[in-house]
């Protein structure tokens, strides 16, 4: 059985990667030169803009939690913040990232990870969830809707390019 445990400095190579393929395709209909941009620009934007480097996460509330397998080997990851929402002032938890290594979906870890951090909402004292998920990735929207989150929020988009 797969194992979550705090991140460590040695996840970090695993976690950029899986963090850059969800950025990536999140980006839908992009150009090569954006995909390359991203590429190059994620650790430092992880590092300056969400205050999350190798060495872990440096922001009070928030945490980076690791799926391992029996092997010790990363599996997948949960990304955590506590924020109050600026309207209204409810603290929340924000699942800012998660994921689930390629060869390993579809096996109910996606899930597992959603409920470590209900569990971890619930033992704050924090009654709402958010999280964002691009209108392309299907598979997490589903597992989101499954799960009883719905929409609040929509992100549209045109691209004049060629137009
Ligand atoms: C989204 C993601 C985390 C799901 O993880 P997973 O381990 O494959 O998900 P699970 O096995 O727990 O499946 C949960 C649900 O997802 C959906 N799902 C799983 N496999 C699916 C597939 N092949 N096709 C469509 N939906 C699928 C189902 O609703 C499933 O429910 P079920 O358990 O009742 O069958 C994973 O696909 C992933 O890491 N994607 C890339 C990163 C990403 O997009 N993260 C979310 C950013 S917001």
Redesign the pocket.
Known sequence: MPNIRPYAPRDWPHFLE?EL??QL?ALGDSTEEERKTLRERLPALLDVRKGMARSGPRTPGVQLWVLENERGEFI?HLWLSERDDAVHGTRTLQVT????VRA??????????MQKAEQEGRARGIEVIE????GN????R??YK?LGYETVRRTMLKRLRGV
Not at 97 to 100: A, F, I, L, N, T
Not at 104 to 113: A, H, P, Q, S, T
Not at 131 to 134: G, K, Q, T
Request: hydrophobic fraction near 35%; charged fraction near 35%; glycine fraction near 16%.
């Open positions: 899986l393929e969800t395709e997948g990232s998660m994921g689930v390993e979906r579809g096996k109910g870890y996606g899930r597992l990870l999280l964002e998920v691009a990735n299907r598979r997490a589903d597992l499954d």
